[in-house]
């Protein structure tokens, strides 16, 4: 059988983390989910012609963000998703199967939401928990052109793969983690070749992840903290890095981490100016820009060449 196209997952999504309260695994309400569409074993073989998601998980992801947008759950942690207090009333109050109408809703009814993470910008601790805002934008314009509707979609389509990148490196180890880092800077320019990177990630290594040689001979370099962390990072984690470059004697300094820095740790890194800090919102984005662990499929859109019709 055709999978069922994402909007079909949204009440099995729904119903499942709805009996679950405190949460499911991704993958998880990934297989309950398939359970009720009738989607088989053969069936969940099927990928994206990318290759690199099953099509039914792909459909289930999607739901979800359709959820999340409507305020209705939310993924208080990578790979795990949790409907919110209006989502559990909401299930609560439609204990019946959901109508066309209601599903179109949550399917298209809160597309211009965007999700991002939650930062107590008075808070300077590294204790803030890493989640997720609802920021409403203007309502789509239903006269919208094609061309306008592609940009959507690909708008759409980088959110989606930023934050499964983030859940991704979130599922890794974090020397997997350092090595990516490196990788990434390399495919930016830094370093001549890989190995004028080198990963230190190491006990006793004074915070320093990464080494990278702007030159042949070493004598300029860039020193590198990867934190894969889900809580913000604060000053005070900033000021340590700041201290163990300056153990360094080194005047350069890349922060990367996976989650989001306080006003005050940017505060500090502006006033030292040495540093450079890459939180997770950009992290993905540099990801996707240089290819780093991201592929990009090529789609022909056709346009009028005026110039062949010139005599």
Same mark, same amino acid.
């Given at each position: 059988?055709?999978?069922?196209?994402?909007?079909?997952?949204?009440?099995?999504?729904?119903?499942?983390?709805?009996?679950?309260?405190?949460?499911?695994?991704? +993958?998880? =309400?990934?297989?309950? $989910?398939?359970?009720?569409?009738?989607?088989?074993? #053969?069936?969940?073989?099927?990928?994206?012609?990318?290759?690199?998601?099953? =099509?039914?998980?792909?459909?289930?992801?999607?739901?979800?963000?359709?959820?999340?947008?409507?305020?209705?759950?939310?993924?208080? #942690?990578?790979? @795990?998703? #949790?409907?919110?207090?209006?989502?559990?009333?909401?299930?609560?109050?439609?204990?019946?199967?959901?109508?066309?109408?209601?599903?179109?809703?949550?399917?298209?009814?809160?597309?211009? !939401?965007?999700?991002?993470?939650?930062?107590?910008?008075?808070?300077?601790?590294?204790?803030?928990?890493?989640?997720?805002?609802?920021? $409403?934008?203007?309502?789509?314009?239903?006269?919208?052109?094609?061309?306008?509707?592609?940009?959507?979609?690909?708008?759409?389509?980088?959110?989606?793969?930023? +934050?499964?990148?983030?859940?991704? &490196?979130?599922?890794?180890?974090?020397?997997?983690?350092?090595?990516? !880092?490196?990788?990434?800077?390399?495919?930016?320019?830094?370093?001549?070749?890989?190995?004028?990177?080198?990963?230190?990630?190491?006990?006793?290594?004074?915070? &320093?992840?990464? &080494?990278?040689?702007?030159?042949?001979?070493?004598?300029?370099?860039?020193? *590198?903290?990867?934190?894969?962390?889900?809580?913000?990072?604060?000053?005070?984690?900033?000021?340590?890095?700041?201290?163990?470059?300056?153990?360094?004697?080194?005047?350069?300094?890349?922060? &990367?981490?996976?989650?989001?820095?306080?006003?005050?740790?940017?505060?500090?890194? +502006?006033? =030292?100016?040495?540093?450079?800090?890459?939180?997770?919102?950009?992290?993905?984005?540099?990801?996707?820009?240089?290819?780093?662990? !991201?592929?990009?499929? *090529?789609?022909?859109?056709?346009?009028?060449?005026?110039?062949? @019709?010139?005599?």
């Amino acid at each position: 059988m055709a999978i069922p196209t994402y909007d079909k997952f949204i009440e099995p999504v729904l119903r499942y983390l709805a009996l679950h309260p405190q949460g499911a695994r991704a +993958r998880d =309400v990934h297989e309950a $989910a398939a359970t009720p569409l009738g989607i088989s074993e #053969q069936d969940k073989l099927e990928v994206l012609p990318s290759g690199v998601q099953p =099509v039914y998980k792909n459909r289930a992801g999607w739901a979800h963000d359709r959820l999340k947008r409507a305020g209705l759950s939310a993924s208080p #942690q990578r790979g @795990f998703w #949790q409907l919110t207090d209006s989502g559990r009333s909401y299930a609560n109050e439609h204990p019946s199967a959901l109508s066309h109408d209601e599903v179109e809703d949550v399917a298209i009814g809160h597309r211009d !939401v965007r999700l991002r993470p939650v930062v107590d910008d008075d808070d300077d601790s590294d204790d803030d928990h890493f989640g997720a805002t609802f920021t $409403a934008t203007a309502n789509e314009d239903i006269a919208a052109s094609p061309d306008d509707r592609l940009e959507r979609a690909l708008s759409e389509l980088k959110d989606y793969t930023a +934050r499964d990148l983030l859940e991704a &490196i979130g599922q890794a180890s974090p020397k997997f983690f350092e090595t990516l !880092v490196l990788d990434l800077l390399h495919a930016i320019g830094y370093g001549a070749s890989r190995e004028d990177l080198q990963h230190v990630g190491q006990p006793g290594d004074a915070g &320093i992840d990464g &080494i990278i040689s702007l030159d042949r001979l070493g004598l300029e370099k860039v020193y *590198v903290q990867a934190k894969r962390w889900q809580n913000s990072v604060g000053r005070e984690s900033v000021h340590a890095f700041y201290g163990a470059l300056a153990g360094q004697h080194a005047n350069k300094g890349v922060l &990367i981490t996976t989650s989001v820095f306080t006003a005050h740790a940017r505060e500090f890194a +502006r006033s =030292v100016e040495k540093i450079v800090l890459i939180d997770g919102e950009r992290l993905a984005a540099l990801m996707m820009e240089y290819g780093v662990a !991201v592929t990009h499929r *090529v789609v022909k859109v056709p346009k009028l060449d005026l110039d062949y @019709f010139e005599e």
